[in-house]
Protein backbone atom coordinates (compact mmCIF):
# COMPACT_ATOMS: atom_id res chain seq x y z
CA UNK A 1 0.00 0.00 0.00
CA UNK A 2 2.72 2.48 0.72
CA UNK A 3 5.07 1.89 -2.01
CA UNK A 4 1.93 2.94 -4.20
CA UNK A 5 1.05 6.04 -2.23
CA UNK A 6 5.05 6.57 -2.04
CA UNK A 7 4.94 6.51 -5.72
CA UNK A 8 2.44 8.60 -6.54
CA UNK A 9 3.26 11.33 -4.41
CA UNK A 10 7.10 11.13 -5.96
CA UNK A 11 5.46 11.66 -8.76
CA UNK A 12 3.38 14.59 -8.05
CA UNK A 13 5.85 16.43 -6.06
CA UNK A 14 8.19 15.80 -8.55
CA UNK A 15 6.29 17.37 -11.55
CA UNK A 16 5.80 20.60 -9.65
CA UNK A 17 9.84 20.88 -8.39
CA UNK A 18 10.95 20.52 -11.52
CA UNK A 19 9.84 23.40 -13.33
CA UNK A 20 11.11 25.62 -10.34
CA UNK A 21 14.73 25.19 -11.94
CA UNK A 22 14.27 26.90 -15.17
CA UNK A 23 17.59 29.01 -15.35
CA UNK A 24 15.89 32.75 -15.32
CA UNK A 25 19.05 33.87 -17.73
CA UNK A 26 21.91 31.55 -19.43
CA UNK A 27 24.59 32.99 -16.68
CA UNK A 28 22.66 31.18 -13.80
CA UNK A 29 22.73 28.17 -15.61
CA UNK A 30 25.00 26.55 -13.67
CA UNK A 31 23.59 27.44 -10.50
CA UNK A 32 20.57 25.96 -11.36
CA UNK A 33 21.70 22.95 -12.97
CA UNK A 34 23.64 22.36 -9.20
CA UNK A 35 20.21 23.17 -7.60
CA UNK A 36 18.66 20.83 -9.32
CA UNK A 37 20.70 18.31 -8.89
CA UNK A 38 20.71 18.72 -5.09
CA UNK A 39 16.93 18.05 -5.74
CA UNK A 40 16.23 15.99 -8.34
CA UNK A 41 19.02 13.18 -7.82
CA UNK A 42 16.32 10.84 -6.08
CA UNK A 43 15.46 10.28 -2.79
CA UNK A 44 12.28 8.98 -0.43
CA UNK A 45 10.71 12.15 -0.28
CA UNK A 46 9.10 11.59 3.39
CA UNK A 47 8.96 14.85 3.84
CA UNK A 48 6.37 15.44 1.12
CA UNK A 49 4.69 12.36 1.34
CA UNK A 50 3.83 13.41 4.68
CA UNK A 51 2.66 16.89 3.60
CA UNK A 52 0.32 15.28 0.97
CA UNK A 53 -1.07 12.69 3.73
CA UNK A 54 -2.00 15.06 6.07
CA UNK A 55 -3.47 17.34 3.63
CA UNK A 56 -5.63 14.42 2.82
CA UNK A 57 -6.25 12.94 6.64
CA UNK A 58 -8.31 16.85 6.93
CA UNK A 59 -10.31 16.28 3.45
CA UNK A 60 -8.23 17.60 1.33
CA UNK A 61 -6.98 16.64 -2.16
CA UNK A 62 -3.37 16.05 -2.12
CA UNK A 63 -2.60 18.19 -4.74
CA UNK A 64 -3.28 21.50 -2.15
CA UNK A 65 -0.40 20.35 -0.42
CA UNK A 66 1.83 20.96 -3.40
CA UNK A 67 3.51 24.13 -2.25
CA UNK A 68 4.05 22.59 1.44
CA UNK A 69 5.53 19.74 -0.45
CA UNK A 70 7.86 21.48 -2.26
CA UNK A 71 8.96 23.65 0.01
CA UNK A 72 9.95 20.71 3.02
CA UNK A 73 11.43 18.88 0.17
CA UNK A 74 13.67 22.35 -0.88
CA UNK A 75 14.36 23.13 3.01
CA UNK A 76 15.56 19.56 3.32
CA UNK A 77 17.61 19.41 0.03
CA UNK A 78 19.43 22.69 1.00
CA UNK A 79 19.99 21.52 4.48
CA UNK A 80 21.86 18.11 2.69
CA UNK A 81 23.97 20.42 0.56
CA UNK A 82 25.28 21.99 3.68
CA UNK A 83 25.77 19.53 5.81
CA UNK A 84 27.86 17.62 3.50
CA UNK A 85 30.42 20.34 2.99
CA UNK A 86 33.65 19.78 4.24
CA UNK A 87 33.38 22.58 6.59
CA UNK A 88 30.23 20.21 8.23
CA UNK A 89 30.23 16.59 7.69
CA UNK A 90 32.45 16.22 4.32
CA UNK A 91 30.47 13.52 2.79
CA UNK A 92 31.55 11.80 -0.48
CA UNK A 93 28.57 10.22 -1.43
CA UNK A 94 24.64 11.13 -1.38
CA UNK A 95 21.63 9.18 -2.48
CA UNK A 96 24.17 7.14 -4.07
CA UNK A 97 25.50 9.87 -5.91
CA UNK A 98 28.63 12.79 -5.57
CA UNK A 99 27.26 15.11 -3.27
CA UNK A 100 27.06 18.68 -4.77
CA UNK A 101 30.46 19.62 -3.84
CA UNK A 102 31.85 16.86 -5.11
CA UNK A 103 29.36 17.17 -8.50
CA UNK A 104 30.32 21.00 -8.56
CA UNK A 105 32.22 22.73 -6.23
CA UNK A 106 31.85 24.19 -2.91
CA UNK A 107 31.03 27.45 -4.16
CA UNK A 108 28.17 26.67 -6.11
CA UNK A 109 27.23 23.95 -3.44
CA UNK A 110 27.01 27.32 -1.16
CA UNK A 111 25.36 29.40 -3.46
CA UNK A 112 22.56 25.93 -4.61
CA UNK A 113 22.13 25.47 -0.45
CA UNK A 114 20.81 29.07 -0.52
CA UNK A 115 19.45 29.01 -3.57
CA UNK A 116 17.18 26.27 -2.58
CA UNK A 117 16.60 27.65 1.08
CA UNK A 118 14.58 31.02 -0.57
CA UNK A 119 13.01 28.91 -3.68
CA UNK A 120 11.60 27.17 -0.99
CA UNK A 121 9.43 30.11 0.27
CA UNK A 122 8.55 31.35 -2.88
CA UNK A 123 7.10 27.83 -3.69
CA UNK A 124 5.19 28.09 -0.39
CA UNK A 125 3.41 31.11 -1.66
CA UNK A 126 3.39 30.39 -5.31
CA UNK A 127 -0.16 30.66 -6.38
CA UNK A 128 0.14 28.02 -8.83
CA UNK A 129 1.01 25.18 -5.72
CA UNK A 130 -0.71 26.91 -2.75
CA UNK A 131 -4.36 28.31 -3.05
CA UNK A 132 -5.20 28.95 0.89
CA UNK A 133 -6.00 32.32 2.04
CA UNK A 134 -3.93 34.87 3.04
CA UNK A 135 -4.11 34.41 6.36
CA UNK A 136 -3.00 30.55 5.73
CA UNK A 137 -0.26 31.15 3.81
CA UNK A 138 1.55 33.52 6.40
CA UNK A 139 0.99 30.73 9.32
CA UNK A 140 2.50 28.01 6.80
CA UNK A 141 5.14 31.02 6.08
CA UNK A 142 5.76 31.30 9.81
CA UNK A 143 5.75 27.99 10.39
CA UNK A 144 8.10 27.29 7.62
CA UNK A 145 10.32 29.19 9.12
CA UNK A 146 10.47 28.58 12.91
CA UNK A 147 10.96 24.95 11.66
CA UNK A 148 14.34 25.43 9.32
CA UNK A 149 16.08 28.17 11.29
CA UNK A 150 18.13 28.16 14.56
CA UNK A 151 15.18 27.82 16.67
CA UNK A 152 14.67 24.47 14.58
CA UNK A 153 16.91 22.72 12.00
CA UNK A 154 19.78 25.00 11.81
CA UNK A 155 19.65 24.79 15.61
CA UNK A 156 19.19 21.61 15.72
CA UNK A 157 22.98 20.90 13.51
CA UNK A 158 24.60 23.45 15.88
CA UNK A 159 24.00 21.53 18.56
CA UNK A 160 25.11 18.04 16.54
CA UNK A 161 28.82 19.90 15.63
CA UNK A 162 29.33 21.24 19.46
CA UNK A 163 27.97 17.18 20.45
CA UNK A 164 30.97 15.12 18.69
CA UNK A 165 32.85 13.18 21.21
CA UNK A 166 30.60 13.87 23.92
CA UNK A 167 28.17 11.42 25.76
CA UNK A 168 24.96 13.05 25.58
CA UNK A 169 21.74 11.27 27.88
CA UNK A 170 18.87 10.62 26.04
CA UNK A 171 17.05 13.53 26.81
CA UNK A 172 20.29 15.54 25.33
CA UNK A 173 20.30 13.86 22.70
CA UNK A 174 16.06 13.83 21.99
CA UNK A 175 16.77 17.73 22.28
CA UNK A 176 19.08 17.98 19.53
CA UNK A 177 17.09 15.53 17.21
CA UNK A 178 13.97 17.23 18.16
CA UNK A 179 15.13 20.67 16.24
CA UNK A 180 18.02 18.90 13.17
CA UNK A 181 15.53 15.95 11.85
CA UNK A 182 12.49 16.69 13.55
CA UNK A 183 11.31 20.20 13.34
CA UNK A 184 11.29 20.12 9.72
CA UNK A 185 9.14 16.61 9.67
CA UNK A 186 6.67 18.03 12.11
CA UNK A 187 6.16 21.17 9.84
CA UNK A 188 5.48 18.68 6.48
CA UNK A 189 2.65 17.29 8.66
CA UNK A 190 1.38 21.04 9.62
CA UNK A 191 1.69 22.53 6.46
CA UNK A 192 -0.15 19.75 4.98
CA UNK A 193 -3.09 19.94 7.28
CA UNK A 194 -3.11 23.72 6.86
CA UNK A 195 -3.27 23.40 2.98
CA UNK A 196 -6.50 21.64 3.42
CA UNK A 197 -7.91 24.94 4.44
CA UNK A 198 -9.90 22.44 6.85
CA UNK A 199 -7.60 21.84 9.96
CA UNK A 200 -9.24 23.00 13.65
CA UNK A 201 -7.17 23.32 16.63
CA UNK A 202 -7.88 19.76 18.10
CA UNK A 203 -6.79 18.30 14.64
CA UNK A 204 -3.79 20.03 14.55
CA UNK A 205 -2.76 19.32 18.57
CA UNK A 206 -3.34 15.56 17.44
CA UNK A 207 -1.03 15.69 14.13
CA UNK A 208 1.59 17.27 16.24
CA UNK A 209 2.01 14.59 18.60
CA UNK A 210 1.93 12.30 15.73
CA UNK A 211 4.42 13.93 13.74
CA UNK A 212 6.31 14.42 16.80
CA UNK A 213 6.48 10.73 17.25
CA UNK A 214 7.13 9.94 13.68
CA UNK A 215 10.07 12.64 13.44
CA UNK A 216 11.99 11.11 16.54
CA UNK A 217 11.22 7.50 15.30
CA UNK A 218 12.93 8.82 12.08
CA UNK A 219 15.95 9.60 13.50
CA UNK A 220 16.58 6.56 15.50
CA UNK A 221 15.58 4.16 13.00
CA UNK A 222 18.13 6.26 10.54
CA UNK A 223 21.08 5.90 13.74
CA UNK A 224 19.93 2.14 13.46
CA UNK A 225 20.51 2.03 9.97
CA UNK A 226 23.94 3.82 9.85
CA UNK A 227 25.26 0.60 12.08
CA UNK A 228 23.14 -2.65 10.28
CA UNK A 229 23.05 -1.33 6.49
CA UNK A 230 25.67 -0.63 4.25
CA UNK A 231 26.56 2.25 1.67
CA UNK A 232 25.27 0.84 -1.07
CA UNK A 233 21.88 0.39 0.45
CA UNK A 234 21.87 3.35 2.49
CA UNK A 235 23.35 5.67 -0.78
CA UNK A 236 25.44 7.40 1.73
CA UNK A 237 28.90 6.36 3.78
CA UNK A 238 27.53 3.41 6.07
CA UNK A 239 29.10 3.98 9.68
CA UNK A 240 29.45 8.03 9.17
CA UNK A 241 28.20 8.58 12.88
CA UNK A 242 30.53 5.85 14.62
CA UNK A 243 33.58 7.01 12.49
CA UNK A 244 32.49 10.69 14.02
CA UNK A 245 32.09 9.65 17.32
CA UNK A 246 28.54 11.48 17.40
CA UNK A 247 25.82 10.21 19.90
CA UNK A 248 23.47 7.90 18.79
CA UNK A 249 20.50 5.59 20.20
CA UNK A 250 22.19 2.73 19.72
CA UNK A 251 25.33 4.00 20.88
CA UNK A 252 23.54 5.26 24.19
CA UNK A 253 20.57 2.58 24.30
CA UNK A 254 22.29 -0.26 22.95
CA UNK A 255 20.96 -2.00 19.30
CA UNK A 256 17.97 -3.73 20.60
CA UNK A 257 16.86 -1.01 23.05
CA UNK A 258 17.19 1.30 20.27
CA UNK A 259 14.96 -0.83 17.68
CA UNK A 260 12.36 -1.26 20.38
CA UNK A 261 12.17 2.26 20.97
CA UNK A 262 11.60 3.28 17.65
CA UNK A 263 8.61 1.12 17.79
CA UNK A 264 7.20 2.37 20.92
CA UNK A 265 7.31 6.31 18.93
CA UNK A 266 5.47 4.19 15.88
CA UNK A 267 2.80 3.25 18.63
CA UNK A 268 2.41 6.57 19.79
CA UNK A 269 2.06 7.93 16.63
CA UNK A 270 -0.30 5.93 15.59
CA UNK A 271 -2.51 6.32 18.74
CA UNK A 272 -2.67 10.28 17.73
CA UNK A 273 -4.52 8.95 14.95
CA UNK A 274 -7.20 7.51 16.72
CA UNK A 275 -9.62 10.46 16.49
CA UNK A 276 -9.41 10.48 12.66
CA UNK A 277 -10.76 8.02 9.78
CA UNK A 278 -9.78 5.57 6.73
CA UNK A 279 -8.57 9.12 5.09
CA UNK A 280 -5.53 8.95 7.86
CA UNK A 281 -4.33 5.70 6.54
CA UNK A 282 -1.28 7.10 4.30
CA UNK A 283 -0.33 8.53 7.91
CA UNK A 284 -0.49 5.54 9.70
CA UNK A 285 1.23 3.81 6.56
CA UNK A 286 4.16 6.03 6.97
CA UNK A 287 4.39 5.55 10.71
CA UNK A 288 4.92 2.17 9.85
CA UNK A 289 7.32 2.48 6.70
CA UNK A 290 9.51 4.99 8.99
CA UNK A 291 10.75 2.50 11.40
CA UNK A 292 10.68 -0.75 8.60
CA UNK A 293 12.43 1.02 5.94
CA UNK A 294 15.87 0.06 4.95
CA UNK A 295 17.36 2.81 3.73
Keep these: MIDAYQA ?3 ARVNAALEPLFVAPSPEMSSLYAAMRYSVMNGGKRVRPLLAYAACEALGGRAE ?5 ACAVELIHAYSLVHDDLPAMDDDDLRRGQPTTHKAFDEAYAILAGDGLQSLAFSALLDPRLNSVTAEISLRMVTALALAAGPAGMVGGQAIDMGSVSLKLD ?17 AAVHLGALASGRADAA ?12 GLAFQVQDDILDVESDT ?11 ARDKPTYPALLGLDAAKAYALQLRD ?17 DLARYIVERRH
Design 203 to 214: QLAALQTYSRAV
Design 64 to 68: EANGA
Design 170 to 186: QQALEHMHRHKTGALIE
Design 8 to 10: SSQ
Design 232 to 242: ATLGKRQGADA
Design 268 to 284: QALDALRPFDAAAEPLR
